[in-house]
C-alpha cells in the first residue's frame, strides 16, 4: 500500500509538474488552499505527509498557516513558495516537521525530501525494523511495499542519511545500494562497522551491476548477503527472512 500525500494549491506549473512526479510512488490528493477543504481531506485521507504549494495564490493567506501550524502539530509539511513569502509561512510554521523549498525545483529531490520528511514521523510498531538505503525513491518504495506488512521498514536516501537513521533506529537489518552518487554502499558499510550501534546489524547488499568483478568486489566485503537489481519479491522475502532467522 502506498504512503498518501495531501497536495495543496493550483495543479498548475510547479505544482502539475510535482504531481506527476510524486504520483508515481504514492497515493495523491489535490485541494485548494482552503482550510475547510483541507481540514475535511486530512482527517478522511489520513495523509503521510502534505505538500502545500503557493506559487499562484495572489497572496499569503497567514490564517490557513497558523491553522495548519496549530491544529496539525504532527503532520510534515513540504512548503514550496517564492522566496519573499517563504519568511512570512516560516515564521508561523516552525519546527522539524516542515521543509521550505522554492522554484526552481529539482524533481528528484522532491522524491527525496518527502522520505526524510515521512521517515521524521514514524513511530515503531514493535515489529522487527528494516532500514533500506538506496538513492531511487522507486526502488525504496517497491522494497517498502513487499516488507511492511510483517515489518518496520525504515528508508534513507543516500548513505549519509543513512548512517544517521542507523544510529537512531538501530534496525535489526540493512538493506545498502551498492552503486549511489556521493557516499556509495561500500563507503557507508565501512562507515557502519565501525561505529559501535551499528557494526553488529547484518548488511544485505543491493546492487544493479551483475558482472563478475562486481559480484566478487561485494562478496568479498563479507556482507549478510547480496541481491540484484531489479528486486524480485520473493527473493527479497525470503532473504530477510534467511537473515533475520524469521
Known amino acids: ?10 495543479l498548475t506549473g510547479v505544482l502539475a509538474n510535482i504531481h506527476e512526479t510524486v504520483s508515481s510512488a504514492y497515493e495523491v490528493q489535490i485541494c485548494d488552499i482552503q482550510q475547510k477543504s483541507v481540514s475535511g481531506l486530512i482527517k478522511v485521507v489520513r495523509p503521510a505527509m502534505m505538500i502545500i504549494c503557493t506559487i499562484g ?3 499569503v493567506d497567514k490564517e490557513f498557516f497558523r491553522w495548519l501550524h496549530k491544529e496539525n502539530p ?3 509539511a513540504m512548503i514550496i513558495s517564492t522566496k519573499v513569502d517563504e519568511p512570512t509561512i516560516a515564521a508561523i510554521c516552525q519546527g522539524s516537521q516542515y521543509i521550505y523549498l522554492s522554484p526552481p525545483v529539482d524533481l528528484d529531490t522532491i522524491l527525496s525530501r518527502c522520505v526524510e520528511l515521512m521517515e521524521k514521523s514514524r513511530v515503531k510498531s514493535g515489529k522487527k525494523t528494516i532500514l533500506t538505503i538506496d538513492d531511487s525513491p522507486v526502488v525504496l518504495r517497491n522494497v517498502k511495499a513487499v516488507l511492511e506488512d510483517k515489518y518496520d521498514v525504515y528508508l534513507a536516501t543516500g548513505g549519509e542519511m543513512g548512517i544517521k537513521k542507523a544510529m537512531e533506529a538501530a534496525p535489526d537489518l540493512i538493506l545498502l545500494d551498492y552503486e549511489m552518487p556521493g557516499m556509495d554502499g561500500r563507503e557507508t558499510f565501512l562507515n557502519l562497522q565501525v561505529e559501535e550501534k551499528t557494526e553488529g546489524i547484518p548488511v544485505v547488499f543491493l546492487t544493479g551491476v551483475a558482472d563478475r568483478k562486481r559480484v ?31
Open 216 to 246: 566478487t568486489e561485494v562478496a568479498s566485503m563479507h556482507p549478510a548477503g547480496y541481491m540484484l537489481k531489479p528486486i524480485d519479491a520473493d527473493i527479497l522475502l525470503n532473504t530477510v527472512k534467511e537473515v533475520l532467522g524469521d
Open 74 to 76: 504532527g503532520l510534515p
Open 57 to 59: 495564490e495572489y497572496d
Open 1 to 10: 500500500m502506498k504512503d498518501k500525500i495531501l497536495m495543496v494549491g493550483k
